[in-house]
């Protein structure tokens, strides 16, 4: 069945550093993935989105990137900072259902001072 | 702007009591709501979504309902809770009709049953 899951459940990294936290997902046909971020206690809070239609989309500090070829969704953090430390989520959007998210187990990103 | 209010935000509850979470959402109309429940160092999984009032749509079989008495409030029960019940439950609302939007999450509310 599809699945979305990520490369590393923890990635530990210095402050100032650029983060890139990777997820893979199965269902070639998902055309919308989200980037989620989740401190400890709260619930998930959106960061980003991107349309299977495009390779890249930047916000403030970060950017999403899209192979589809390889199936593959990366979020990149530039200059991290202390209070860019939680969980990382991505979701996809399940075939067919225009209303269900598939969620990855998460990414602990620690900056380290 | 939109904002969603989630309570209590935690609970402490005996094995066959009762449950009742409550969700509400400000600032829009018509949104779909989402129920999820998350596992300690899991992802989220989805347990009921509901596009409009009294139209609940269940994902997993389980000792839970939902309900939608309005617009922009969102209800998760149980008559009898379970030791399994115990989770970190999150309400999420999007726009309605919108085919890609992101859900936006409450900031949850922790269930401890005894």
């Known amino acids: 069945g599809e699945s979305v899951g990520l490369h590393l459940p923890t990635l530990s990294v210095q402050e100032g550093d650029n983060s890139i936290i990777n997820c893979a997902y199965s269902?070639?046909?998902?055309?919308?993935f989200i980037w989620y971020k989740q401190e400890s206690g709260k619930g998930p809070q959106f960061i980003i989105d991107i349309r299977s239609n495009m390779d890249k989309r930047q916000g403030q500090r970060v950017t999403v990137l899209l192979n589809k070829t390889v199936k593959h969704l990366s979020l990149q953090i530039a200059a991290t900072q202390p209070g860019d430390s939680a969980v990382y989520f991505c979701a996809e959007r399940v075939l067919g259902s225009a209303r269900q998210l598939t969620f990855g187990s998460g990414t602990q990103l620690t900056v380290l001072p | 702007s939109q904002t969603i209010h989630q309570w209590p935000a935690t609970l402490v509850q005996p094995v066959g009591s009762p449950l009742s979470l409550e969700c509400t959402v400000e600032?829009?109309?018509?949104?779909?709501l989402y129920w999820y429940r998350q596992a300690a160092g899991r992802g989220l999984q989805l347990l009921f979504y509901?596009?409009?009032?009294?139209?609940i749509s269940s994902e997993v079989p389980q000792n839970l309902s939902a309900s939608r008495p309005q617009d922009r409030q969102f209800i998760l029960s149980s008559k009898k809770l379970l030791l399994s019940d115990s989770g970190f439950y999150l309400c999420?609302?999007?726009?309605?009709?919108?085919?890609?939007?992101?859900?936006?999450f409450g900031d949850g509310t922790r269930l401890s049953i005894l």
């Open positions: 509901s596009v409009g009032i009294g139209q």
């Open positions: 600032g829009t109309s018509n949104p779909n």
């Open positions: 999420a609302w999007s726009v309605a009709g919108g085919r890609n939007q992101p859900q936006h």
């Open positions: 269902n070639s046909a998902s055309d919308y």
